[in-house]
Structures are given as C-alpha cells and as structure tokens.
T-cell receptor, first 115, second 115 residues
C-alpha cells in the first residue's frame, strides 16, 4: 500500500532563511504524482507544488522548490526566504494509479516562522 | 480562491442528528473527493466520485454516504452523529484527466462540531 511519511512534526525557522521539509513515500507504481499543500490556521488547503514521477528536473514554483530523489523515494519541500505568512501546516501527498488516483497524505509538518 | 465551494463553513449539531455537507467542484472538474481531517487521524480519504459514479471508497463509515449529482455537485451525508465525528470535512476536485499527475483543488472545508 502507498504510504507518505513526514518525520518532522514541527519546526522553527528564522524569517528570511530557507527551510527544508522532509517527505518520503512508498509505492510500487511507476507513474505517480507528488504534491505539497499548505494549511494555514484558517484551515483551507492550498496547493503549492507538484512533481511527476517521470520528471527529471526538480519542480519550482516561486519560493517553493521540490528536491526529488526518486531512488531514495523522497520529495522534500524547500521554502526559500521564509516569510511570517509561511507559518502553517505543510502536507506532502501522493497520487498513484494503484491507489485509484486518490491523494494519500502524510501526517504534516508544522512550520513556525520567527521574526 | 481554489474554485471549489463548500457549504456550510461551520456546522454545530447534536449527537444522533443527521447533516448534509455540500460541495461544488471547479468548473469542468468531473472528479470529487471527500476527506475528513481530525486531530487524531489526520487527513483521511473517504470517497471519490467521477462524473456521477462512485470510483473509490476509503475509510468511510456506514453511517456516512455521498452522491454526485448530474450538475456535478456532491453531497456528503452524515447520520447518527457521534462526538468523534467532529472534524474538518474537505471536498476536492480534479480535472477530467483525473490521473496521478493532476493536482486536486480543495474547498475551504466544513467544520463540523458534534455536541
């Protein structure tokens, strides 16, 4: 069965510094998608970035980049130049055909940006 | 704004009651997913519909049911409510391809409190 693991329940980061959120996954499928979502205290789930299993380059979206290491089955999110508004829960998720293309989520990492 | 609309935003009801949560997906999205987010269980997949038909079932209780209507909006019905059903319920939608390489966009969620 597919599984997503986020080993960091919470972390602090200084404003303007970069932070890396860890995510490892497990799937037997060759075709899958990896996603990161942000959940601020208001509760909504905001899509941040996507990486496809066949993509050779790491995905980037503004200050977000995904460090994709396929052989290690890891998909770490890097947030550069952290801002106070980055304080939130961050979820790593995966979709694969074996699981019917539903999104499977990790347990999340809470990030608190300090001024 | 993700384009996915969920109503109501908040719901407080008593144990034993029945409620209906409503979701309007993004324009053109045929897939609708329901998720439950509770403090102890994280984000749990409940059920998926695609163009009116049930496609996948997750950890959905027998007291819960859902359907997707011809206009593609979906409803999640929760009956015989228990205190443990208190959670944030999310609806998400995906575009027509609904494969593993398409992101899902989430509504703002319905926060259900059972008292």
């Amino acid at each position: 069965a597919q599984k997503i693991t986020q080993t960091q329940p919470g972390m602090f980061v200084q404003e303007k510094e970069a932070v890396t959120l860890d995510c490892t996954y497990d799937t037997s499928d060759q075709s899958y998608g990896l996603f990161w979502y942000k959940q601020p205290s208001s509760g909504e789930m905001i899509f941040l970035i996507y990486q496809g299993s066949y993509d050779e380059q790491n995905a980037t979206e503004g200050r977000y980049s995904l460090n994709f290491q396929k052989a290690r089955k890891s998909a770490n999110l890097v947030i550069s130049a952290s801002q106070l508004g980055d304080s939130a829960m961050y979820f790593c998720a995966m979709r694969d055909r074996a699981a019917g293309n539903k999104l499977t989520f990790g347990g999340g990492t809470r990030v608190l940006v300090k001024p | 704004d993700s384009g996915v609309t969920q109503t109501p935003k908040h719901l407080i009801t008593a144990t034993g009651q029945r409620v209906t949560l409503r979701c309007s997906p993004r324009s053109g999205d045929l897939s609708v997913y329901w998720y439950q987010q509770s403090l102890d269980q994280g984000l749990q997949f409940l059920i998926q519909y695609y163009n009116g038909e049930e496609r996948a079932k997750g950890n959905i209780l027998e007291r819960f049911s859902a359907q997707q209507f011809p206009d593609l909006h979906s409803e999640l019905n929760l009956s015989s409510l228990e205190l443990g059903d208190s959670a944030l319920y999310f609806c998400a939608s995906s575009p027509i391809t609904q494969g593993p390489h398409t992101e899902a966009f989430f509504g703002q969620g319905t926060r259900l409190t059972v008292v």
